[in-house]
């Protein structure tokens, strides 16, 4: 069986030459033991793997990749599997797509206590993981891959290097920043081109078929990986397709949940499992109001597609304000927390207060307010105060 898993290694290999590595290949400290990356299906997991995996063949290491969807996999011992791969003179082992693996936290468990070999596996459910995390709690280190940023999307399509930045700076010398990228980039148009097909890294194939490819990614992740969790029978994953059309009609900030539970047929009860189903597999964007306490338990205050790709897939009329609001929370809660404001749109890190709108949008609804700042659409530089739209998409 390793021979064979060995044979498939070599022939992915021979016909992979992405070379093109995502912002978190930089994060990860390949020095721990094991290491977990979760995300959405079709955001470059599995390429990061190969990618490693390379790297690792490079520098004359011993590794083995296994993708624990392989049918002829069905019945293997895993545990049997790694001890014949370190018997064999194996160091580094990845696994990719895991949650496919009845179990499979136990069995990391016991490969990392009882081999000596570094680990690297994938998931794309982060429902899975998460909840299997107190399992593999002081053993795992868990990174999160989310889609392309706006400035990966450019550095991909226009075969450049472009720097990202912190919020800090953005918020205080953004107009350096914005001067900067605009002499190398007509930023408005590929703006535009991003919000529709920029977020996943198939946008290079043809774009005709990018969001019937989308369509089928989520298709996957509902009908395959949470079915095969046990999180929802296969003979109800047409209630979650309904219930992301239902959403779709509905306004982040007009959110009646009596509405959706009716219009998608679904009791209250299951309605907040589903949404946190749907908020783990990153086809939605959950976010709280801004409080202490007990409120902090209670429903989230807005739903959002998790990002403007998804928006445009299932939701053809979507309004400009709600695909602004949708790009922001994006891609700011990749490395920020995020809430919905009492004032203004949102409030991130408890400290900081954004008001999405065109380029027209003024200061009035959070005049006097520490810390506040216009995020605005359609301008390429901005002043004060007031931010591009576009230039939160280089946080990452």
């Known amino acids: 069986m390793l021979d064979r898993i060995k044979k498939y290694q070599d022939r992915l290999l021979g016909s992979f030459d992405v070379t093109y590595k995502r912002y978190l290949f930089e994060d990860i400290d390949f020095n721990d033991k094991m290491i977990g990356i979760f995300g959405a299906r079709g955001v470059g997991k599995t ?9 690792l063949q490079d520098k ?34 990845l696994l990719d797509e895991v949650h496919r693996y009845s179990d499979f936290s136990a069995y990391l468990k016991t490969i990392y206590d009882l081999f000596d070999i570094f680990v690297i596996f994938t998931s794309s459910s982060a429902t899975s993981i998460l909840n299997s995390k107190s399992d593999l709690s002081r053993r795992v280190t868990l990174y999160n891959l989310y889609g392309f940023s706006f400035r990966e999307f450019l550095e991909v399509k226009k075969g450049l290097k472009l720097a990202s930045y912190t919020l800090e700076e953005l918020l205080h010398i953004h107009i350096d920043i914005a001067t900067k990228i605009t002499k190398e980039v007509e930023i408005l148009k590929e703006f535009k081109e991003y919000i529709e097909f920029g977020y996943y890294p198939f946008f290079t194939q043809k774009q005709t078929s990018y969001y019937q490819n989308l369509i089928n990614t989520i298709n996957l992740t509902i009908d395959l990986d949470l079915t095969s969790l046990g999180l929802i029978e296969q003979k109800y994953t047409y209630k979650l397709k309904k219930l992301l059309e239902v959403i779709c009609e509905s306004k982040p900030f007009e959110v009646n949940y009596s509405k959706i539970s009716t219009l998608a047929n679904i009791s209250r009860v299951k309605l907040y499992d589903y949404i946190s189903y749907l908020n783990d597999g990153q086809m939605l964007l959950l976010i709280e109001e801004s409080s202490k306490g007990l409120k902090k338990i209670s429903k989230p205050a807005k739903i959002y597609f998790n990002n403007t790709n998804l928006l445009k897939a299932y939701c053809q009329n979507s309004e400009l304000g709600t695909i602004r609001e949708t790009f922001f929370a994006n891609q700011i809660s990749c490395k920020h927390h995020i809430n919905i404001a009492k004032q203004g749109d949102f409030l991130v890190d408890e400290k900081y207060l954004f008001e999405i709108g065109g380029k027209n949008k003024s200061f009035k609804q959070i005049a006097d307010m520490p810390n506040s700042f216009v995020v605005t659409d359609d301008i390429e530089v901005g002043f004060g105060n007031k931010i591009p739209l576009w230039l939160f998409g280089f946080l990452y």
Request: no cysteine.
């Open 47 to 55: 390429t990061m793997l190969l990618q490693r995996l390379k790297e």
């Open 60 to 93: 004359r290491k011993e590794a083995l990749y296994i993708s624990l969807d392989y049918p002829f996999l069905s019945g293997v011992d895993l545990i049997e599997l790694v001890e014949e791969f370190v018997q064999g003179g194996g160091e580094y082992l």
